[in-house]
């Protein structure tokens, strides 16, 4: 079982603890006078600790389909070897952070916090870089079939917020590239 199916699971079965509680208080005749913010505490610690590791997870799923990235075109040597050094330089942010020397799941180990956020900074400028090639890379296709390609080779990180920002502007070009080939096909035909 992977990493990514347990925390779901943990996450389930935290959420079905909160839903039973609630439920049970809801059926009580008697009023529970515990303070619900505090009764859930840990609990709720607990649950945003996997999130972050499930974010740290899918993070690593999704920049290790760079490894397998090749790039045509004109600029496609240069935007290969940036993308391998971007990949490099993701893998080094990994492995920087699971050296530390407290177990991650532990919430009494406030130092994950500020881990956590140096590794999540260090992955938005690598996002950027990323963006940033992606764009050119676009742009330096010359046809449509080329760049819908292109956006193909990079299935799972054109989720990422930074990326999606800096795509919504190619998508206008893309349709309207798009609207100009089927005029063309359409005159032709």
Not at 10 to 23: G, R
Not at 151 to 169: A, K, M, N, V, Y
């Amino acid at each position: 079982m992977d990493a990514h199916t347990k925390l779901t699971l943990a996450l389930e079965v935290c959420s079905k603890f909160k839903d039973a509680y609630f439920e049970y208080k809801g059926k009580s005749k008697n009023q529970w006078k515990i303070s619900t913010n505090a009764l859930f505490v840990r609990l709720d610690a607990f649950s945003e600790r996997c999130q972050d590791i499930m974010h740290l997870t899918g993070t690593i799923q999704q920049f290790n389909k760079l490894q397998k990235i090749e790039i045509g075109n004109t600029k496609g040597k240069t935007m290969t070897a940036t993308i391998m050094q971007i990949y490099t330089e993701f893998n080094k942010a990994v492995e920087d952070f699971m050296t530390v020397t407290y177990d991650i799941m532990d919430i009494e180990k406030r130092e994950f916090d500020d881990d956590f956020f140096k590794f999540r900074q260090r992955i938005k400028e690598l996002e950027r870089r990323l963006a940033s090639v992606l764009t050119q890379s676009f742009d330096d296709c010359d046809t449509i079939i080329g760049k819908f390609k292109l956006l193909e080779s990079f299935e799972g990180l054109l989720t990422r917020p930074i990326i999606q920002d800096e795509l919504e502007r190619k998508q206008i070009t893309l349709l309207e590239l798009y609207k100009q080939d089927l005029k063309i096909t359409q005159q032709i035909f």
